[in-house]
């Protein structure tokens, strides 16, 4: 539930915009919902899903609404403090790292079921393949084309707010974890 409403957030600030003067707290909390372009609106809502409803689980409604905003909110102002940007560009990536680290804190060995499409068949994936994905996706976005999504800040910036993002998720799964009933 929770999942649906962010992922929802998040593609709704993407198409209705978001006036909001920078360096104003308003802005930051629309950060963590807003994206640079349309590849990257639908990479973190997919990582989102695939993720999210997991952690949800788990953790409980709560604690992901919890995890995303707070480990958005840190890689943000990390990211905004290092750097030279006018105000926080990286929210929803770090938002969504955050979420990312919480699930490989609760489901390491874990496999996600994918639909190829030639031949059509279902196939299950280790879910460490979509952490380096995701990791390759956010360094290709925040670093070596900085300018697509419109970054002022130095690559070493946004990367670290990233990176406290994803461990910031995995601390609060660690902290927050309950046993699993099947």
Not at 34 to 39: D, E, I, K, L, N
Not at 93 to 117: C, E, M, N, R, T
Not at 135 to 163: C, E, H, K, W, Y
């Amino acid at each position: 539930m929770v999942t649906v409403a962010l992922a929802a957030l998040n593609v709704l600030v993407f198409l209705f915009g978001a006036a909001v003067p920078a360096g104003d707290a308003a802005a930051l909390a629309v950060g963590l919902f807003t994206h640079s372009g349309v590849a990257h609106l639908l990479f973190n809502v997919l990582f989102l899903w695939i993720f999210g409803d997991n952690v949800e689980d788990r953790l409980g409604r709560g604690a992901l609404a919890f995890c995303y905003l707070a480990c958005g909110t840190v890689g943000s102002l990390v990211q905004s403090s290092l750097g030279d940007a006018a105000g926080p560009a990286i929210g929803a990536s770090a938002a969504i790292a955050g979420v990312v680290g919480a699930y490989f804190v609760l489901l390491p060995q874990s496999k996600v079921l994918i639909l190829v499409p030639v031949p059509v068949s279902l196939m299950e994936i280790p879910a460490v393949f979509f952490l380096a994905m995701f990791g390759m996706l956010q360094f290709l976005n925040f670093v070596v084309m900085p300018t697509a999504t419109r970054i002022d800040s130095s690559p070493a910036a946004s990367l670290a707010g990233l990176a406290l993002a994803f461990a910031g998720g995995a601390l609060v799964s660690a902290i927050r974890r309950r046993p699993v009933v099947w």
